[in-house]
């Protein structure tokens, strides 16, 4: 199967496991789900008092090359939760990230992938000052915790690619 159907029934098949996850499950992980959405706009918020924005830019997005697997299960819960369309992948895009256009990523910082988020090459990280960095720090390992335990509540490797989600 290509990718993009990979994709597609990847999609159907996670937002029918969203909808019959049982009513308290469900709103726990609604919760986790919030708490992450609101690290990764910490945490792209960091990036961006360290002149992120305007680095990346002229680098053009070097570390954007073949993303197609960064993309979670649990990144399409986080569309399900807020009722929003979940990002629209080009796979014919390599090496050019699927989930990227003209402008960069087309996800939001709060959609987009951990694996992309904590991420921050040498260019950036030589901008902060140690309280920058103790934040990034204390944000990201939050981050892992609060993924670690939507794991744990549902039983389920949501942290696992979506793409790959279909696999035994
Ligand atoms: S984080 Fe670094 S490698 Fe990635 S786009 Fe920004 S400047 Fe380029
Ligand atoms: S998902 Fe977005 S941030 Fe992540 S690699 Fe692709 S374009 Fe870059």
């Known amino acids: 199967m290509d990718d993009q159907r990979t994709w597609a029934q990847a999609v159907e098949i996670g937002s029918r496991y969203y909808e019959q996850l049982p009513t308290a499950i469900r709103a726990e992980l609604d919760k986790l789900i919030n708490e992450i959405m ?4 910490r945490l792209s ?5 360290a002149c992120g924005a305007q680095i990346c830019r002229t680098c053009g997005g070097e570390c954007c090359m ?3 697997y ?12 807020t009722l929003l369309e979940p990002v629209v992948p080009t796979f014919s895009a390599q090496p050019n990230c699927p ?12 959609f987009r992938p951990m694996t992309c988020i904590v991420f921050n090459c040498e260019l ?7 309280d920058q960095h103790k934040a990034l720090y204390e944000n990201e390992n939050q981050l ?25």
């Not at 960064?70 to 939760?81: E, I, K, P």
């Not at 989930?99 to 709060?110: A, I, Q």
């Not at 950036?124 to 140690?130: D, G, Q, T, V």
């Open 38 to 41: 609101g690290l990764k706009e």
């Open 45 to 49: 918020k960091l990036t961006l008092s």
């Open 66 to 68: 073949n993303g197609k």
């Open 70 to 81: 960064h993309f979670s299960v649990l990144d399409l819960l986080a569309y399900r939760n």
């Open 99 to 110: 989930y990227s256009g003209e402008l960069g990523c087309l996800m939001p910082p709060r």
């Open 124 to 130: 950036i990280e030589n901008r902060m000052n140690p």
């Open 144 to 168: 892992r915790e609060t993924i670690r335990q939507a794991c744990r509540i549902t039983g389920r490797r949501l942290d696992r690619a979506l793409l790959l989600s279909g696999e035994s």
